[in-house]
């Protein structure tokens, strides 16, 4: 992590030295067509941005096009502004708004378009070694004797590869919430088990360890802490967010915690993500349908669950049974 205003200083940096910053992450060989792979080109000039065209199949490609940036009149330095301050904390879109001095609107974009990118690193990456998995709440903590769900609550799965003991280090994390069925009264169903498994967990490289208690409950105590900690940081830096968008914002919180695991540098891997894909528009984010609602209210048959888990845990880990 790095302090606010070392995040800030690419405020300072000219477009040109913004630009071949960008440049050198995108092409870090040169310029090579996106379309034929050709290295022979020719610069178009007169533009705010550079503009090749390659000289095989003449197609034209902006230094932005193919990127979160594209169709982005925001300035390179306050995009590389935003991917500094995300890459190293959360943050809302009104405080990037006030940081960079844009529009909430833009500000909002911008961070949806970033997130984007972090959530298809997340979705490639997965999961390997020990795993094991949490339950996690992002949301006001209900009574103790309260086992339904309020609206204001909204609990997610969260998995980590382990080192150590049944409690031990946790080298990586990937996060799911529930969209209706993966978990009931505190408890990961078999059915979110393996829905999360499919997802997120290398099977050939992993061994799953879903041992629970008494209760049915996982109870693993530095995945729960790491949860309640990403579940606090929503509340309190975005005051809630809503179902549509709410996966993005724990890959957000996924994408960080791994990178500062493994000791790469957030900043300058979020770049080369930033520079390598592009984006949903506006309209995309928008448009994105709202995932179901897990239901605690209707009964279900716990003890059959607990039993079904359990029997999936032998099936994963003979040995953990």
Sequence with gaps: MFSNETALRFLQYSEQKCADLLMQARWPGGFRCPGCGSTAHYRISGRRLPLFACASCRRQCSLISGTVMERSRVPLRKWFTAIALISSRPISAAALADQIRVTYKTAWLMLHKLRSAMSRHEELDRLTGLVRLQLGNAGPRPLPWVRNLSDREHPFVIGGSMEGGPDGHVLGIKLMQDTGGDTYQWKITPQGALRFIDKHVDRSRSAVDLRTD??????????????????????SVHRGVGAKYRQAYLNEYAYRFNQSSRGQNAERHLLHLAAASGAPTRKQLRDRPVPGRPDWDTYRNTRRMIAELKALAARLLPQAS
């Design 214 to 235: 008494t209760l049915g409950r996982t109870r693993v105590f530095s995945l729960w802490k790491i949860a309640m900690d990403i579940g606090c940081g929503i509340n």
